[in-house]
T-cell receptor
Framework: KAGVTQTPRYLIKTRGQQVTLSCSPI?????VSWYQQTPGQGLQFLFE???????NKGNFPGRFSGRQFSNSRSEMNVSTLELGDSALYLC????????????FGQGTRLTVV | AQSVTQLDSQVPVFEEAPVELRCNYS??????LFWYVQYPNQGLQLLLK??????LVKGINGFEAEFNKSQTSFHLRKPSVHISDTAEYFC???????????FGQGTRLTINP
């Protein structure tokens, strides 16, 4: 069974640009969550989607958005990039209907210059 | 509000020595607990989970953890570590009805030969 796939693995963007990250969950998983990991703030929850609906959102500005498609694949978008958005962005998938473990992808390393 | 505290930011140990990584949680409702490991430039890999049942949980790579409700702790242990265990370890919690993981700040485990 294939794991969680995130693309691209690395990205370099300029301040003010926007970026879209992609996540393909494990087959059969309907929940996709996104996390931001930085040295200073650690792992912080961005949002979670289940069956194309956002069920929960973390404490991030509106520049951070996401969506989920009917095949459970998810994208997150960050507009008007700031230097502080440089981070490892991790996607996790799970079955989603009961508390169970989340499986993480390798992450996308975003560097804003 | 949910929170997870990892009491040590760094733990150095010698190879083949035992190790304990400490984790305390706070939650007013039933909680589910996890330990994840992160190797450099990688995503998170699940070591073990506590959802219900036996308070002693065994995971992969020889790790185990004990859920202690009275002390609100979920410490991770391994009787004999190897160089390959060098990584960062994260304790995380979630609760019934929530769709997000709350992470501790991480513990960097360094194994010295």
């Amino acid at each position: 069974k294939a794991g969680v796939t995130q693309t691209p693995r690395y990205l370099i963007k300029t301040r003010g640009q926007q970026v879209t990250l992609s996540c393909s969950p494990i087959s059969g998983h309907r929940s996709v969550s996104w996390y931001q990991q930085t040295p200073g703030q650690g792992l912080q929850f961005l949002f979670e989607y289940f069956s194309e609906t956002q069920r929960n959102k973390g404490n991030f500005p509106g520049r951070f958005s996401g969506r989920q498609f009917s095949n459970s694949r998810s994208e997150m978008n960050v507009s008007t990039l700031e230097l502080g958005d440089s981070a490892l962005y991790l996607c996790a998938s799970s079955l989603g209907q009961v508390p169970t473990e989340a499986f993480f992808g390798q992450g996308t390393r975003l560097t804003v210059v | 509000a949910q929170s997870v505290t990892q009491l040590d930011s760094q733990v150095p140990v010698f190879e083949e020595a035992p190790v304990e990584l400490r984790c305390n949680y706070s939650s007013s409702v039933s909680v589910y607990l996890f330990w994840y490991v992160q190797y450099p430039n990688q995503g998170l890999q699940l070591l073990l989970k506590y959802l219900s049942g036996s308070t002693l949980v065994k995971g992969i790579n020889g790790f185990e953890a004990e859920f202690n409700k009275s002390q609100t702790s979920f410490h991770l242990r391994k009787p004999s570590v190897h160089i390959s265990d060098t990584a960062e370890y994260f304790c995380a919690s979630t609760r019934q009805g929530a769709q997000k993981l709350v992470f501790g700040q991480g513990t960097r485990l360094t194994i010295n030969p």
